[in-house]
Each structure stands twice: as C-alpha cells, then as structure tokens.
C-alpha cells in the first residue's frame, strides 16, 4: 500500500451503511484460543521502521529506545534511561537496556540503534522519514550499551523522535520478514488481506495475554463494519455514525478517543481560484464546522481552524473562528474581491469563475460527506466546487492542481508534520506541502522551533506560524476527528489516550500487549 493510502482516513459513515446491514448481533464473545483479530482499514506500506513503518512508537513488532504512553509521556523501552543532553544541547547519549533481544534470540546493542538511524539518514536508501532526523549529523555506539547522537543544531524534539523502531545490524530494510524486540513477533503477511503476529514470550516486561494478532485489512468502510457485525473482527475502527450501531450491545465497548487528527482543504496555491486568498479566506468563513461535528462526525469531534490541536499546550487561542460559520461575511469578502455574482449565480472576476474541484479519495465516504458540506456552503456564497472522488492513484498528480479533503495531525511536538507541510523546501514533494506554499517568514519561524533549544522561543514561533498560516488560510480547516474503535469482549489494561493522525495498531491498540479478558 502506497503512502497515500496511509494518509486514507479510516472511518465511515452510516450512508454507504443504511440498506447494507441488517441489524448487528452481539456476535462471539471474548476469542478463548488467545487469537485477537483486529479490523483495520488501511494496509500498511512497509514493515520497516527505516522505510517509514511506524516511526511515532505504533508498532506491535519493534520497539524505539523511547516509547510513548497513553498520556503521551516518554518513557524507556530499548534505552535504559531517559537520554543525558550535554549543555549545548548537541550531544545526546542513550544507555541501552542490559539483556535485551531480538525475537529471533540476538542481543540488542548500540550498533543495532546506530545502523538504524544510519539507514535512516543514509540518502540511498530514499527514506520517507529522512527529513524527521535532519539535524543528526552522526551516531556512534562506543560500546555494546551506549549510543551518541551529534546534532548539526540543538533538536529538542529528538527524544520524541527516539521512538522509531531499533532493526538489528545488517538486516535487509525491505521489512519482508520483520525482526524486532517488540511484545509481538511477524508470523506471516498475506498482502491486501491480513498480518499475522504471535506473542514475544521473552519480551521483557512479560508475554502478552493475547498469544495471537491478526490484522485484518478490510479497506472498504461498508465491509469492515458488516465484517464487525458478524463476529470476523474482535475490535475494528470505524467511524462515529457506523459504531453507533454497536453502542449498548451485550458484551461490546465502543471507546471514542480524543485525537489531534484533522480534515482540511488543501489548496493548490499555484491556481487562479484557489490561489486567490480571498476566496480562501471566504470559504473559511462560509463553511458551518458545526454543522460537520453534529451531523459527519455525530458530535465525536470538534471543529478546526488551525493545524495544531486546541488539546495541546502549542495551541494558539487567536486561531479559531465561528464554528457555525459567517457566509454574509464571506459574501461581502468576495464582493469587496471584486468576485462578482455572474448570471448562474457563481462569482466571476476578470474573466474567472470562481469554480474549482475539490477531490476526496472515493472509498472514504467521511471525507465524501465533508466534500458535498463544503460545497453547499461554497454554493450558498457564489462559489462552484465540484466534487472529484478519486482513488489515490488519481489523486496524487493532480494535487497541484486541484484542491483534497485532507487529513493530517500529531499531538507531539509541532515540529511533527507542519515542517513538512509548511516549508518552502517540501513545496510539491508528494504528500508534502502539495499545495506549493512558499513564505520566507514561516520557513524562518519553522526554522526557528525546529533549531532552539529555548522552550520559550519555540513556543513563540510556533504561535506565530499558527497565526500566519490562518490568516492566508493556506488550508481550510474543517474538523478534528475522535478516533472511534469498537471492541468485543471486556479486556482489563485497555487505556485510551490521545491518537495522531495515523493510528492502525497505535492509537487504543498502542499497548495490546498490555490487555487481558478480563475474569
């Protein structure tokens, strides 16, 4: 699966469900041979951590020598300890854990660390995650148990990047047949269909009660839920209006968890409608994001105006709008833009119409449900967005041109996926910053929170760079999901957090390892 089906979102509506589904049965009860399946909606790229697997510490297979909990606090998982920063902040040094070992019985040592983030920062591999790691310069493993990193420039985010997989020296970086130290051991892969993984019985804080995980890929958002119905699947993902259907069932927990994952309109800036900022910031004031929580999300949601989650301690509170919308305003915007209303009621300026298409990818239908929201509140304001539903092999070249329901977000440090989005050096490069947007301030305040090593002047930029980036309404952003996850069965260990975009088997099934059928 391409990096654009990653990106997928993973929920559905109850439109594509009604007339589909008869009405759900509690199904099976707890799996009593330890086999756990779990419905997932999107395969995964690579079982590589060096080639972009799992690098946030969602991974079942590997462990970093960090790893995050459900609070998003770092704790040590490979490392011993938590990492010793010299008063430059450019060296960074990790004590391994004594004793520690791959699944297939060799010992975890400084040389695994420094051959993984070697591969990751070595250009001929063409990893996707290289720029992440951009300011180490060099990684040594004096011993068997220690692990220096040299910064090019003080990177305070490092030890929340420490979190990416440890692959043992000289292993192939295809992750065909993944060898970790994680609570779980590869078994098996059938490509589209499913991953098969057993418990790691040495792992070191004791087996997983669950001997068995099947990861089922079930794409289609209809499908995975009728497949839940039926008992296939002891928990999937599903989305707010479809595991409605499971809330009150005998034996089954829908748990709605908090999220910093939003939908949005990428705009291709390089267009003669869309690259108008007033017709940006028009849109943004007409669309009802209310409206999106209530009725596309069933109330598990907020809405959004900025690409850093009201959650987070980054958040800047000038970033926010009227969640119901404002379209008089928009109107007297575009009028003032001199977009005038034309004879079929669409707005016209030198010539244009201000028409665009707006793409969302065709079997996702939470992003169809937010594209036909958005257009009817364009409409509502002169403005002609036709709907494109596409799948990601459509989608991916003509994101220069025309506009995408987009879906990113991470409740780490906001150095996590704005740089990529946001900086002039990413412009066009895939799924990065596609929409061309090039400003020599906010490179220099990316610039800036990424480099210091000053919490205070961090934080300053990144509430800059939140401020600028709303005010050109580079993107219109729509709402921040709660990630809905239904399970059967009464576990105990089961511990909801707070998900990034990307959750698969992070987010609640972060620490699966951790959960037993409860007495």
Not at 87 to 115: I, K, Q
Not at 202 to 210: F, H, I, N, S, V
Not at 263 to 291: E, N
Not at 348 to 362: C, Q, W
């Amino acid at each position: 699966m391409r990096l654009a089906r990653r990106l997928a979102a993973l929920f559905v509506t109850s439109g594509l469900l009604a007339g589909a589904c008869s009405a759900p049965s509690a199904g099976p009860a707890a799996p009593s041979d330890g086999t756990f399946v779990i419905g997932l909606g999107s395969e995964f790229d690579t079982l590589s951590p060096v080639m972009g697997y799992a690098p946030d510490g969602g991974s079942l297979i590997y462990e970093g020598l960090m790893s995050r909990g459900t609070d998003l606090s770092l704790t040590p998982a490979v490392a011993a300890a938590p990492p010793t920063v010299s008063a430059d902040g450019l060296t960074v040094s990790f004590t391994l854990r004594d004793g520690l070992r791959f699944h297939d019985g060799r010992p975890v040592t400084g040389a695994d660390v420094e051959y993984t983030y070697e591969a990751v920062l070595d250009g001929a591999n063409n990893s996707p995650i290289r720029g992440d790691y951009a300011a180490i310069e060099k990684v040594d493993a004096p011993d068997p148990r220690t692990v220096v990193f040299t910064l090019a420039h003080p990177y305070a985010p490092l030890a929340q990047r420490a979190t990416l997989g440890i692959v043992p020296a000289g292993d192939p970086l295809t992750g065909d047949r993944p060898v970790g130290s994680g609570p779980y051991r590869f078994v098996s892969r059938t490509p589209g269909d499913k991953i098969v993984l057993e418990a790691n019985r040495d792992y070191r804080t004791g087996p997983p009660a669950l001997a068995r995980l099947v990861l089922a890929f079930a794409e289609d958002d209809n499908v995975r839920a009728t497949r839940m119905s039926a008992g296939e699947f002891d928990a999937a993902i599903l989305p707010p209006k479809a595991a409605a259907r499971f809330e009150g069932q005998p034996g089954v927990t829908v748990h709605k968890v908090p999220s910093a994952d939003y939908r949005g309109i990428m705009f291709p800036l390089g267009r003669p409608v869309t690259g108008d900022r007033t017709v940006r910031r028009a849109l943004g004031l007409a669309v009802d994001r209310q409206a999106m929580v209530d009725v596309v999300l069933a109330g598990a949601g907020a809405p959004a105006f900025g690409p850093v989650s009201p959650d987070t301690t980054w958040h800047n509170p000038a970033v926010t709008g009227a969640p119901a919308g404002d379209p008089e305003a928009a109107r007297r915007l575009l009028q003032e833009g001199g977009w005038i209303p034309g004879e079929d009621g669409v707005r016209v300026k030198d010539g244009v119409r201000a028409a665009f298409t707006l793409m969302y990818p065709a079997g996702d239908s939470l992003r169809k449900e937010l594209a036909l929201a958005v257009a009817s509140d364009a409409r509502a304001i002169g403005v002609d967005v036709r709907l494109a539903g596409l799948d990601w092999d459509a989608i991916e070249p003509r994101m220069s041109t025309d506009a995408l329901i987009m879906g990113y977000g991470s409740p780490y440090d906001p150095d996590y996926v704005n740089y990529e989005l946001f900086h002039s050096s990413y412009a066009r490069r895939g799924f990065f910053n596609p929409g061309g947007y090039d400003d020599p301030e906010v490179d220099r305040l990316l610039e800036t929170g990424r480099r210091s090593g000053d919490p205070a002047v961090r934080r300053q930029a990144y509430l800059d760079f939140q401020k600028i980036v709303h005010d050109e309404e580079v993107w219109t952003y729509l709402v921040f999901l709660k990630h809905v996850y239904v399970v059967r069965g009464a576990y105990e260990g089961v511990r909801p957090g707070v998900d990034a975009h990307e959750h698969a088997t992070g987010g609640l099934f972060r620490d699966i390892h951790t959960w037993k059928p409860a007495a």
